[in-house]
């Protein structure tokens, strides 16, 4: 994957093939069978662009991470665990996840997310 790399210090890099091109997300990040395919788009000091392709029935166990996260879901629906609490997402609809709790989802058929990490200014 090719980056265009802003600023002097790598502060942000963005995927180029993006770039200035009008397309579909499903375009950018395809479902593989039985899989999770991602794709890194925006990778910036204080927000990550992430995108997901889940084939039905994936997971992504729990975890916890440091960071705010807005998850939109453009296609499908996902089933999220936000501390303990069943969210179901579908397509058009967003969440945002709080730092620090504990999450996970599965993909409760073919689906594509948008995570959007939101990095707290030092």
Do not use: C, W
């Not at 579908?90 to 594509?112: C, E, F």
């Amino acid at each position: 994957m090719n980056f265009l790399t802003y600023e002097k210090h790598n502060i942000m890099k963005i995927d180029e093939a993006i770039l200035n091109k009008i397309g579909t997300i499903s375009e950018l990040v395809v479902t593989q069978e039985s899989g999770i395919t991602s794709r890194t788009i925006v990778n910036a000091q204080h927000t990550n662009i992430t995108l997901f392709a889940f084939d039905a029935g994936q997971t992504i166990s729990e975890h916890i991470t440091p960071y705010h996260a807005l998850v939109q879901v453009p296609q499908g629906e996902i089933e999220i665990t936000i501390g303990g609490e069943l969210n179901v997402v579908k397509s058009g609809q967003t969440i945002v996840m709080p730092k620090d709790i504990p999450h996970s989802l599965i993909a409760k058929g073919k689906s594509i997310m948008i995570l959007t990490l939101m990095k707290e200014k030092e």
